[in-house]
């Protein structure tokens, strides 16, 4: 099989705040935007990578979800819970010193993890946990 990794998805709640934090402070640049309002599907990923992007979409969006399917999203948005990725980058700390410098919300400044990895992590608007790997 000769599979790759296209597009991964996390939720957003205010498409404007998401567009700004993946554009302009992690740098990604902007694939689609289709929709409006609140009902927006964009589509952002490193300018390096072509063949890779994260879409952010609206939570719940699927009528197949119930009303308490959807509250339960709203919960695990609103504690941090229930989106993530895992990024990373050659020189965590210019990273890290570049997001901060932006308002991000810090969730961990670069530390070295008793797993191998140094990393940090910070929150999108929408909740959803970002933690950067330093690629060593």
């Known amino acids: 099989m000769d599979i790759t990794i ?7 709640v205010d498409p404007d705040a998401s567009l700004a934090f993946y554009r302009d402070a992690l740098g990604f640049e902007v694939r ?11 589509t952002v990923g ?3 990578q072509p063949e890779t992007s994260i879409l952010l ?13 959807r509250r ?8 941090g819970t229930y989106g ?14 570049q997001l901060q410098a932006g308002d991000a ?4 400044e670069p530390t070295e993890q008793p797993y191998g990895v140094r990393d940090c992590a910070f929150r999108d608007p929408a909740g ?3 933690r950067i790997q330093e690629v060593r």
């Open 72 to 79: 339960t999203i709203a919960e695990m948005m609103a504690k």
């Open 32 to 42: 689609s935007d289709v929709g409006q309002g609140t009902m927006r599907w964009i």
């Open 105 to 108: 919300e810090v969730v961990q």
């Open 57 to 69: 979409a609206p939570p719940a969006a699927d009528p197949g979800i119930t009303d308490d399917e």
């Open 46 to 48: 490193p300018v390096n």
């Open 6 to 12: 296209h597009t991964s998805v996390l939720p957003h």
């Open 128 to 130: 959803n946990l970002v």
């Open 84 to 97: 993530w990725i895992l990024l990373a980058t050659r020189n965590l700390d210019d990273t890290f010193e």
